[in-house]
């Protein structure tokens, strides 16, 4: 069995996945490091261990995310090229939501917005909100350093304590707004506030930003499926917080399984995909 190896390089997350060449899924594999170098390296030698692989049936590896252009060659001998990242969010956002088209968004670090149909995949633009805003921000206001203790503090916080909603502002509905709709960010910021609650506060604002980019996103356009990959896709709340942007817009956000692996995934397809047409 030959095999073809997606890795998503990041910052000091890598992620990778594994297909035969006939595009059966052989696994999935996520791991950090100090650095892009070692997190890929160690990744790639751990998904062969885990997968009793040997190096001689990786036939290919395809490399994609910002810590990719620090590769060059091969890798332990092994072919190794590098795929654009927003045709890779966009191949593995249509594969893990097994839709033909939508908007994918990708919530790394910032957030990317882009738009795959059969006509193919295009980058619409982006935002600098995304999980580098989370950490930097909780790091200052909640002392917070990780992912995992932002996300488990945001659990026990109390949003009305941080935001200003409708309610707050007006006895009844503001045209098509409820009163329970974020009127400010951080408008409210009531005494006695805690840690917790500026962690919800935080990542609220941050869901609640990107969604409404994808609202203006799909305005003018027919598509109204929103497919929602990355790390921050994985966040427990983030289903909460995207539901009520769709009751107020009429467009659908699906987290498909598996999304935070969503461009490793479109890497590997990427190459099964260009190879399945030459035949």
């Known amino acids: 069995m030959n095999v073809i190896i997606g890795i998503d390089v990041g910052g000091s997350t890598t992620k990778i996945v594994g297909y035969s060449t006939e595009g059966k899924l052989i696994g999935r594999l996520k791991v950090e490091a100090a650095d892009p170098l070692t997190s890929a390296y160690g990744a790639l030698g751990k998904f062969i261990n885990e997968n009793k692989l040997a190096l001689s049936q990786v036939k290919q590896i395809v490399l994609t995310g910002v810590g990719s252009s620090l590769f060059t060659g091969d890798i332990y001998g092994i072919s190794a090229r590098k795929v654009d990242e927003f045709q890779a969010i966009g191949l593995g ?63 026990r916080g109390d949003l009305k304590k941080v935001d200003l909603n409708i309610s707050d502002i007006c006895p009844g509905d503001i045209a098509t707004l409820s009163p329970d709709v974020t009127a400010s960010n951080f408008g409210k910021m009531a005494d006695g506030l805690t840690a917790e609650d500026l962690a919800r506060g935080v990542l609220n604002m941050v869901f609640q930003t990107i969604g409404m980019l994808a609202v203006f996103a799909c305005r003018n356009d027919p598509v109204k499926d929103v497919i929602v990959t990355g790390t921050l896709s994985t966040v427990p709340c983030a289903k909460v917080l995207f539901k009520q942007v769709e009751r107020l817009y009429k467009i659908r956000f699906i987290i498909p399984p598996h999304s935070i692996y969503a461009t490793a995934t479109g890497a590997a397809l990427s190459y099964i995909h260009q190879n399945s047409k030459k035949k």
């Open 93 to 155: 956002g249509l594969a893990l939501s097994k839709k033909k088209e939508g908007l994918i968004i990708s919530m790394g670090t910032g957030t990317a917005f882009v738009r795959a149909d059969k006509n193919g995949i295009r980058h619409i633009g982006g935002s600098g909100v995304g999980g580098g805003t989370v950490l930097g921000l909780c790091g200052e206001l909640c002392n917070a350093r990780s992912f995992e203790t932002v996300v488990e503090m945001a659990h």
